[in-house]
C-alpha cells in the first residue's frame, strides 16, 4: 500500500515537472533531442522524465519548497538533471566566505609566492 | 619519552595529525612549482599566444556576499557584468541550497539561462581561463578554501602576467590578488570547474562548437525561444555548416510563430544535408501547419525512406499529414 501512494506521488511529481516541456510544438523534433543524439529517444525520455522527479524531490528534501524547486530543475538540461539525479549530497556545494579560509591562503602564499618570483 | 607520556591519546592523534599535515606541505613545497601547479608551471614558461600581458575588466560590478552565499554573489556579478539587472538577494532562491549551505555548480549554470544568458563550462584550463577574461568575460571559478569542504565561487576578472596575479571578486573583497599558483591549488580541487555566462549575442573566446550548441539548446530548453534564436543565429554565423544549429533555430521560429522563417532555414539546410531526417521531419510539420500538406508529404515520405532513430516520430508526422489530406 505504502510502496503504491509512494508510487503515485512520484508519478504525480513526475508529472508536475515534465508537463511544460511536452507543450512543446507537436509534430517538430526538438534540438535537445538533436544535440544530445540519443538513438533510444523512447528510453531516454522516460529516464529524464524519472530523473527531473528525482530532483526536484531532492531539492525539496535540502529546503526549498516545490514550485520554486520544480523552477529550477526546469532550467537544466537532460544531461545536467541525469548528472546531478541520486547525486546532490555527493557534490561540492559552495558557500563558504573567503574571510574563513584567509589562514590557509596566507600560509600557502607566503610558502609559494617565493617559487613564482624565483 | 616524558613528551609522549604527556601526550594523551586524543592529543596523540591531533599530533599525528599535525605532523602529517606538515609533512604534505614540506612535502609539497620540495616539489615545487610543477606539482602543486602544473597548469602554472607550463604558464611561466610562455605567455599564450595572442594574449595581453595585462588585463583587468574594472567595470564588473561587485557585489559582496553575505554568509555563505557566494553562489548568488558571484552570479549575479556576472550576470550584472552582461547587462542583467539583478542582485544577489534575487538570485538566492533560484540557486541557494539551505540544507547544504551552499549552491551546486549545475544550478549556477542553470540559472544564468533563466535570465536570458547562454551558460557556459570551460575546458579545465588555466589559459582558457585568461584567454576569457581577455576577451571581456569575467568568468566564475569553484575554489576549495578550506582543509575538505571549503568549496567557494569567486568571479576572475584580471590578471597580470608578469607578475603572476589574478584578480577576483571574492567574498567581501572586491579586488582580491592571488598569485597564479595559489589560484591553481585551490582551484584545482574542483577539476578547475568554471563558468562564463553570455548574451546570446556573443561566443565565448575558448567556444568549442558542440559544446557551445548544447549551451544554446539548454537555453533554448529554459530561457525561452526569442534569446534562443539569437544565439542560434550568432552560432551559425560562426559555424554555418553546424545542420543541428539549423535545426534549433528554426525550432525557435516556429515556436514563436515564425513559420515562413522556418521554412526558409530548413529548406537551405535540407539542400546541404539531404539525407537528414530531422530536417525533412520538421520542414514536413512546417509546411504542413502552414495548410500546405500535398507539399509536405513527399518530404515525409523521403524522411521515412531513409529510417533511423528518429523513425517513430516522422511515422507520426506522416499519420498526421495523411490524415489532414483526406479530410
Known amino acids: ?118 | 619519552m616524558v613528551v609522549l607520556a604527556a601526550l594523551s591519546a586524543s592529543g596523540r592523534k591531533a599530533w599525528q595529525n599535525a605532523r602529517s599535515l606538515a609533512g604534505v606541505f614540506v612535502l609539497l613545497l620540495l616539489c615545487g612549482c610543477a606539482s602543486l601547479g602544473p597548469q602554472t608551471a607550463t604558464l611561466r614558461e610562455t605567455l599564450p599566444s595572442a594574449l595581453r600581458e595585462r588585463v583587468e575588466l574594472t567595470e564588473v560590478p561587485f557585489f559582496p556576499q553575505s554568509e555563505y552565499q557566494c553562489g548568488p554573489a558571484a552570479l549575479a556579478t556576472a550576470l550584472a557584468s552582461s547587462g542583467v539587472k539583478v542582485t544577489p538577494e534575487e538570485l538566492v532562491p533560484e540557486v541557494y541550497l539551505p540544507e547544504r549551505k551552499g549552491s551546486l555548480q549545475i544550478e549556477m549554470l542553470a540559472a544564468a539561462r533563466r535570465h536570458g544568458m547562454v551558460s557556459y563550462q570551460l575546458a579545465p584550463r588555466f589559459d582558457d581561463l585568461l584567454r576569457e577574461i581577455a576577451a571581456g568575460n569575467p568568468v566564475i571559478v569553484l575554489q576549495n578554501l578550506g582543509f575538505r569542504d571549503g568549496w567557494h565561487y569567486a568571479v576572475a576578472v584580471g590578471y597580470d602576467y608578469d607578475w603572476g596575479k589574478l584578480y577576483l571578486r571574492s567574498g567581501e573583497s572586491k579586488r582580491q590578488v592571488m598569485p597564479f599558483l595559489i589560484h591553481e591549488f585551490v582551484w584545482m580541487r574542483s577539476g578547475y570547474w568554471a563558468m562564463v555566462a553570455l548574451p546570446p549575442d556573443r561566443i565565448p573566446a575558448t567556444a568549442d562548437e558542440s559544446r557551445w550548441l548544447s549551451a544554446v539548446a539548454a537555453l533554448e530548453r529554459a530561457g525561452g525561444p526569442r534569446a534562443a534564436r539569437t544565439a542560434y543565429q550568432t552560432f551559425l554565423k560562426r559555424w554555418p555548416a553546424n545542420v543541428n544549429a539549423a535545426v534549433g533555430l528554426a525550432n525557435t521560429h516556429h515556436a514563436l510563430g515564425e513559420l515562413k522563417e522556418a521554412e526558409s532555414v530548413l529548406r537551405h539546410a535540407a539542400r546541404e544535408n539531404p539525407e537528414s531526417v530531422i530536417v525533412l521531419n520538421n520542414l514536413a510539420q512546417t509546411l504542413s501547419d502552414q495548410g500546405r500538406d500535398a507539399e509536405a508529404l513527399p518530404v515525409i515520405e523521403r524522411a521515412a525512406a531513409l529510417g533511423g532513430p528518429f523513425s517513430a516520430a516522422v511515422e507520426d508526422t506522416k499519420r498526421s499529414i495523411q490524415k489532414k489530406l483526406k479530410r
Do not use: H
Open chain 1, 1 to 118: 500500500m505504502n510502496v503504491w501512494a509512494k508510487t503515485i506521488c512520484r508519478l504525480l511529481i513526475a508529472l508536475m515537472v515534465w508537463m511544460p516541456y511536452q507543450i512543446a510544438t507537436a509534430g517538430m523534433i526538438g534540438t535537445d533531442q538533436v544535440v544530445t543524439s540519443s538513438p533510444q529517444v523512447d528510453r531516454t525520455t522516460v529516464l529524464n522524465f524519472l530523473n527531473r522527479s528525482d530532483v526536484a524531490g531532492q531539492l525539496q528534501t535540502l529546503g526549498i519548497d516545490p514550485s520554486t524547486a520544480k523552477d529550477r530543475v526546469a532550467a537544466m538540461s537532460d544531461q545536467e538533471v541525469q548528472s546531478l539525479a541520486g547525486q546532490i549530497s555527493a557534490m561540492p556545494a559552495g558557500g563558504i566566505s573567503s574571510g574563513a579560509a584567509v589562514l590557509l591562503i596566507v600560509l600557502i602564499a607566503a610558502a609559494v609566492w617565493w617559487f613564482w618570483q624565483r
